[in-house]
T-cell receptor, first 113, second 111 residues
Framework: AQSVTQPDIHITVSEGASLELRCNYSYGATPYLFWYVQSPGQGLQLLLKYFSGDTLVQGIKGFEAEFKRSQSSFNLRKPSVHWSDAAEYFCAVAPTGGFKTIFGAGTRLFVKA | DVKVTQSSRYLVKRTGEKVFLECVQDMDHENMFWYRQDPGLGLRLIYFSYDVKMKEKGDIPEGYSVSREKKERFSLILESASTNQTSMYLC??????????FGEGSWLTVV
């Protein structure tokens, strides 16, 4: 069965420190891959997406993610976290041409001063 | 800019009431979705629609129905609201390349 795993329920980092949020997926072929961010009380906003080609993708707000086929992973990174990055982050996979996008359970990021 | 609008941000309804959650998108997308979000459970798909008047059940359709009479509008209906339907409801539409665009969410409390 297709699934998305975000192993960390929450992560705390200091402002200015680097960040990596983990995402692993289980799927037969290479799906489309996404990262979304949700600020408190808001809907989800797309940070970046991978469809094909270069395995390192750049997104908004200084985020990037790397697709590693051998590890079935799509980890999100940011070199220097800002207090405004505190939010919940969701990894998602979508079968090419299918209807059901599958979301991970989310990782809540806390940023300390 | 892509826009998905959920008309009601915060609602309080009584048990047994019929509840309508409305969603409108302005991107001419064919696919629209309703998700429910609960702490620790992530997003769960309730229903989706791939065309006008066409709908499919998602993972948790029980207690819900939907209506898609026009391409831009997708409504979620709770026929008889119950307290276990207290949640945040997210509408979304899907564009090119399977990217999903979300509305801001509707917080529903059933008392």
């Amino acid at each position: 069965a297709q699934s998305v795993t975000q192993p960390d329920i929450h992560i705390t980092v200091s402002e200015g420190a680097s960040l990596e949020l983990r995402c692993n997926y289980s799927y037969g072929a290479t799906p489309y891959l996404f990262w979304y961010v949700q600020s408190p009380g808001q809907g989800l906003q797309l940070l970046l997406k991978y469809f094909s080609g270069d395995t390192l993708v750049q997104g908004i707000k200084g985020f990037e993610a790397e697709f590693k086929r051998s590890q079935s992973s799509f980890n999100l990174r940011k070199p220097s976290v800002h207090w405004s990055d505190a939010a919940e982050y969701f990894c998602a996979v979508a079968p090419t041409g299918g209807f059901k996008t599958i979301f991970g359970a989310g990782t809540r990021l806390f940023v300390k001063a | 800019d892509v826009k998905v609008t959920q008309s009601s941000r915060y609602l309080v309804k009584r048990t047994g009431e019929k509840v309508f959650l409305e969603c409108v998108q302005d991107m001419d997308h064919e696919n629209m979705f309703w998700y429910r979000q609960d702490p620790g459970l992530g997003l769960r798909l309730i229903y989706f629609s791939y065309d006008v008047k066409m709908k499919e059940k998602g993972d948790i359709p029980e207690g819900y129905s939907v209506s898609r009479e026009k391409k831009e509008r997708f409504s979620l209906i709770l026929e008889s609201a119950s307290t276990n339907q207290t949640s945040m409801y997210l509408c979304a539409s899907r564009g090119d390349g399977d990217t999903i665009y979300f509305g801001e969410g509707s917080w529903l409390t059933v008392v």
